[in-house]
């Protein structure tokens, strides 16, 4: 999938959408990095001497066996466990883990972190990285790190002064224009018993609308709908999202249509720690894509790089032959069936600022470098002790040049309980790429046309 071509020509976000002080792009001398030392999304090219190697272009190519049908397969069958962290071994490993890894190994005698050999499989079209090369001179936050300007597409901050860009380009980062998927979320008991509730997600950003406008919504960063469509109880409910850029100028627009009552109501609460869909209490509005929204109600510090084991090609986890009773376990997911690599990441610390609430008082980032993905999220409550673990299993879309998640785990180490989301192995049609979308299929009129029960 390749960048939108209008996108490019019109400038969807002009500097002059917002007022207020801009900050945020570096000189042409250090944006000369990018392509150079810098791969042309901001990770360092080169290798660190041992496990890391030099990013070479990432994964480009389907493996044979492959289909063009959304079900991927496994490009290293024959990649080998090098070594497993566990209860016996992990003080020798915790600094390259976070406190939340280590904790969910101490607390489950059975949670293990398989390591692989390392794969930098990361790899975008050449036009989303030509732009964000470009984004480097001329993306610049503004309203204190609130919203962006001169920004298209891409990743706006590829060589990140701050915290809060870096968050920006997880938030931001390309998932390939419009994309349709069918996937499973479960909450299991403490005891492992789960029921699955589907989901079909409509992802689509605004340049990549048939009928797409420039002027037309120019705060819109994407559009999102969730239909669920099992079990009866909740099919035919029906979420909308307008994705603002500047969410404190202009909230988030949501809306959810509820099938027993036939009715579309506005949705303020889908937005920092309003509950998440059908979750059971198991994650916040803002855990989902580890996290998403507005950034405004923290303070954000980029701490730095470091090396660390995070999840990484993944693809065990979507294989077909595995049932969801494959992988749903009591506590955590089967981690015999999960592939972690030594990767580098950009460790980014949120703070609840003096005056705000929401129910983690502080979230600490690992961003893979590569991809500017959110590996792992450890969440801490208001006393400051370690409360939830997140985990993003990363795998390569091969064909389609995308970078994005098999499933995402979040663990309740007080509760037992987890919540993971993005199982696709008994689902239909996982993945569709490319999907023609138009501006009236996301209004709220839309909504009770798309609910069926």
Avoid: C
């Avoid at 969730?226 to 500047?246: F, K, M, S, W, Y």
Wanted: glycine fraction near 8%.
């Amino acid at each position: 999938m390749k960048l939108n071509k209008k996108l490019l020509a019109s400038g969807v976000i002009a500097a002059t959408l917002f007022a207020g002080n801009a900050f945020g792009a570096v000189s042409a001398e250090e944006a000369a990095k990018l392509g150079d030392s810098l791969t042309p999304m901001g990770a360092e090219k080169a290798g660190n001497g041992g496990a890391i190697p030099a990013w070479d272009g990432g994964l480009t190519e389907a493996p044979a066996g492959y289909n063009n049908d959304g079900i991927y397969i496994n490009p290293f069958p024959n990649d080998e466990v090098q070594f497993t962290i566990d209860q016996s071994n992990v003080d020798e490993y915790a600094d390259k883990l976070s406190p939340g890894q280590v904790a969910m190994i101490r607390k489950y005698d059975d949670y293990k972190i398989p390591v692989y050999q390392t794969r930098r499989t990361a790899a975008y079209p050449q036009s989303v990285m030509d732009e964000t090369v470009k984004n480097a001179t001329s993306a610049e936050l503004i309203k204190d790190g609130n919203g962006i300007a001169n920004y298209q597409d891409a990743t706006p901050f590829p060589i990140p002064n701050n915290g809060v860009e870096a968050i920006w380009n997880h938030i931001t980062r390309y998932r390939g224009g419009s994309v349709q998927r069918n996937v499973g979320q479960v909450t299991p008991t403490e005891g492992g018993a789960y029921s699955v509730v589907k989901f079909q997600d409509e992802l689509t950003w605004r340049a990549y609308l048939e009928d797409y406008a420039p002027d037309e919504d120019p705060n819109v960063l994407f559009y999102f709908k969730q239909a669920i469509t099992a079990p009866a109880r909740l099919a035919g409910n029906v979420l909308l999202v307008h994705e603002t850029l500047d969410q404190v100028a202009e909230p988030r627009r949501a809306w959810v249509y509820n099938a027993g009552q036939r009715r579309v109501r506005r949705a303020p609460q889908v937005a920092y720690d309003g509950p998440g869909t059908a979750a059971d209490g198991m994650r916040t509005s803002d855990n989902f894509d580890m996290f998403n929204g507005a950034p405004d109600r923290y303070n954000w510090e980029l701490v730095g790089k470091k090396e660390m084991y995070i999840p990484y090609n993944s693809y065990q986890l979507v294989d077909r032959d595995l049932s969801y009773d494959d992988i749903i376990k009591a506590g955590h997911i089967n981690q015999d069936l999960t592939r972690y690599e030594l990767h580098r990441v950009w460790h980014v610390r949120a703070t609840l600022k003096e005056g705000e609430r929401h129910i983690y008082a502080q979230r600490d980032f690992y961003i893979d470098e590569d991809t500017w993905q959110a590996s792992v999220i450890d969440h801490y409550d208001g006393r400051g002790e370690l409360w939830r673990v997140a985990e993003a299993h990363a795998m390569q879309f091969y064909d389609q040049e995308i970078p994005w998640y098999a499933i995402e785990v979040l663990y309740d180490l007080l509760s037992g309980r987890y919540l993971a989301l993005g199982l696709t192995n008994e689902e239909n049609d996982p993945y569709t790429f490319g999907v023609e979308r138009n501006s009236r299929e996301y209004t709220p009129a839309a909504l009770r046309r798309a609910g069926t029960r």
